[in-house]
């Protein structure tokens, strides 16, 4: 990520909730008259979300953190205020639990791609989720700074691996959907393989939004800002072409069968900004065949599968059983039943194409 | 991709008339189910359409001028249905990866019996950049029916006093777990997760 300008953000961030509080009538000073009703005695607190991003619309709602010295209570749940005819959802977090937090993501993103993704993935529950920690990070507090966003770094290369993970999967999806012959799933599998690209190279960037209904939005209006000298126009054109092409295809109801190089195109691309091997094994299963007896239970041409982590799958044993997964480059070639194979394993929660599954092997 | 490599058969047909289709059949009907093993997913299913349902639609009715935000806002509200289409089932949803990929294929079957031309006519999503009030008004339209046609009062916590009508919501649901032996811990994370 180029270095990112602190200050030139948090004037952004600070400037966009001022205007967003202002259009709802109201302003940080009695954002915290509300709240005092409810926390009199915190450290911080943050407006977050859509406000401070510049992206709220007339019928968003205010977001709001607290963050308190004491202990809290681990069963406690958002409250929902109501004030100046607006909903406010205020979530409270301990100074210690904010602290463990930023130390659990500032750890995890010293480690390597796939290392990254595991402790994303095995993230301590006693902590902030990733979601509510982006928020903090990216708040703005009632005294109009941004207290945690010094810890963007972090956050920008934990969320972009976490997103370009989704983007792989998204692409292997595409491909294999193409190949075993589905008509209308490759346009699904390809819009999240899109919408994914973006957040990897908006959030490589620094601009890091974990909710996905605002990938497409942040995305035009990052582009046409664009400053970052490290993001590849190329990219950016091959992104904003499928983009386009995706939503005429939506239009028209047609399928492409060129949509699944678009789209290993754009996985391709997106690798080399993050010195990601794209040739890396695509996944493993555990799949276990029955024993043959049990295996034709329900038929001479019906095999059922389990499998380690308890699923059970119906298989037609006239095509290959998906025990073993290949690149991305083969999976264009793999036969039509094989890919089927492989895709319903997937969706069959048997087959996992998650980089930390491949690395695990 | 090029204009040249475009298949020429279409893959859906446009047009759905919302009142063709008809919402929640078989839990209007009643089928035999165990509530071992359905009650679980019922509620989950209520607390999906209660909470994230509204949040997509309120979202949405902002979106007028901003057809990208329409868009995943259209996407999001998909792959929630389907969510909710497998929980109604008696099965696990499918993975975020597949959910979309399930209604461009085959539709609903639970909330709605709509193979995925409907869907994706009831939905929007063969009009991404449509006009913003019409389709508004569309997902607004297929809310409505979707409310109007579930057999059970969803609470609404995101209004005044919601709040204490999503907490009597979450006290029922804990009789009637504990009625029928099904451990309702999961009930204390939903709420978590608001």
Redesign the interface.
Known sequence: MEAVDLTEITQHRVRNAKYALAARHTDFESMSELVNEQVPDRLQLLLTSSLVMGLSTSTSDIDLIAVVREKLDEDRAPAQLFGHDRRVDLILYSEDEVDRSLKQLTETAEHDLPVILRRFREWPPDILRPKYLERVINGVSSELACPYLHHLGPLSRVWAIRSFDQLRAATVHTLLAQTAGERRSPLAYALRAVTHAMDVVMSLSGDVYSNPKWYALRWERFTARLVDRSVPPDLVDLIDRSWADLKALLRSGSADDAMGDAVLAIYRSVCGQLAFDPDTPVGASDVVIAAPTESRALSAEATMLTSPNGRVALFNSTGPVPTSVPTMDAIQRLSPAAAAGLLRASRSKMLDVSITSAESR | ??ES??????????GADLAQIEFFPRLRFGMPRHGFVYLRPFIVSCWHLAISGRT?I??A???AN?P??L???K??LAELLVAVDCLLQGI?P??D??R??????HGLSEVAVAD?ARC?SALG?????GDGESEIAKLVALWDAIQEAFPAELPN????G??GELLRALRSWDRLLRSAEVDPGFL?DL??M?
């Open positions: 991709m090029t490599s475009h298949q020429q058969q279409p893959l859906w047909a446009t997509y309120e979202d009715e902002g979106a901003l990208s935000y868009v995943t806002l996407v999001g696990e499918l993975d990866h597949h979309l990929a399930m209604l461009f294929e995925a994706l999503l063969d009009h991404p950049d916590p995101l209004v005044p919601g709040q204390a709420y978590r608001l």
